[in-house]
């Protein structure tokens, strides 16, 4: 089953981007593991993947330890909020912290990063829609934060991420996924960092293909890959 539906995603990613002239290989696809076992997850690297996306430290660190010593070449990445008092282990086992929604967890990470001689890569994540009830920080703060994280020695601000509110149709969600781009681009035309924040983790299992359309370059999928 995980294997047919990689198959259909990849498919579907194809098709996105021969519609806006885009190569499938820019797009990235991080499978999104909560609450999912690790024998469903070694079915999904066995299918080709090779990001895992986890929203908690603890859950993610017991079956980092688990399938880190049967596969290699795993990327783990932290996708759901986190708390500063788990940066120290976050920072041990994720390759990526997509979640970074303050400049005081953006300071804890370097800090803890710093212990392990570690350089750790963030993206930011940006409260697109201004909802109250999500994560992010807001589009007014977000020059002034990715400018004072690229002051930190021990993080890598390599980009943007977002996650678009619940609509009807997946085309709904497109205006918050131009908006995030928009800021891309805009902090990477400011260059006033040597960071160069490329990385737009954008799309999920009910709007991927849009993300795509307005330049994604990582999309994280649940139960496209999970669920029949
Ligand atoms: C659960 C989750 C996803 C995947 O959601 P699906 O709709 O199942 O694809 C992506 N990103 C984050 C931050 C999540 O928490």
């Not at 041990?92 to 005081?104: A, G, K, N, P, T």
């Not at 807001?138 to 690229?150: G, M, N, T």
């Amino acid at each position: 089953m995980i294997r047919d539906n990689l198959a259909s995603v990849r498919e579907r990613i194809n098709i996105a981007c021969s519609g806006c002239r885009r190569n499938p290989a820019e797009i990235a696809i991080v499978a999104v593991t909560k609450g999912r076992s690790a024998a469903e997850i070694q079915e999904a690297i066995e299918s080709g993947i090779s990001y895992i996306g986890e929203n908690r430290v603890q859950e993610a660190m017991a079956k980092f330890y688990e399938l880190q010593a049967k596969n290699c070449g795993l990327r783990w990445h932290m996708v759901g909020h986190l708390q500063t008092n788990k940066t120290k282990d976050a920072v041990e086992i994720f390759d990526l912290i997509h979640s970074v929604d303050s400049l005081r967890l953006a300071e804890e990470i370097n800090k803890q990063a710093s212990r392990i001689s570690k350089v750790q890569n963030i993206l930011i994540e940006v409260n697109v829609s201004g909802e109250a009830s999500k994560f992010g920080v807001r589009p007014e703060e977000l020059i002034s934060i990715v400018e004072k994280s690229a002051g930190f020695k021990n993080i890598n601000v390599q980009g943007l991420m977002t996650i678009a509110p619940a609509v009807d149709k997946a085309e709904e969600a497109r205006p918050y996924f131009r908006a995030l781009r928009e800021l891309r681009d805009k902090i990477y035309e400011r260059r006033t960092t040597n960071d160069e924040p490329r990385i737009l983790s954008m799309g999920m299992t009910d709007d991927f293909e849009i993300a795509i359309e307005e330049g994604s370059s990582m999309i994280r999928l649940g139960r496209a890959i999970f669920d029949a």
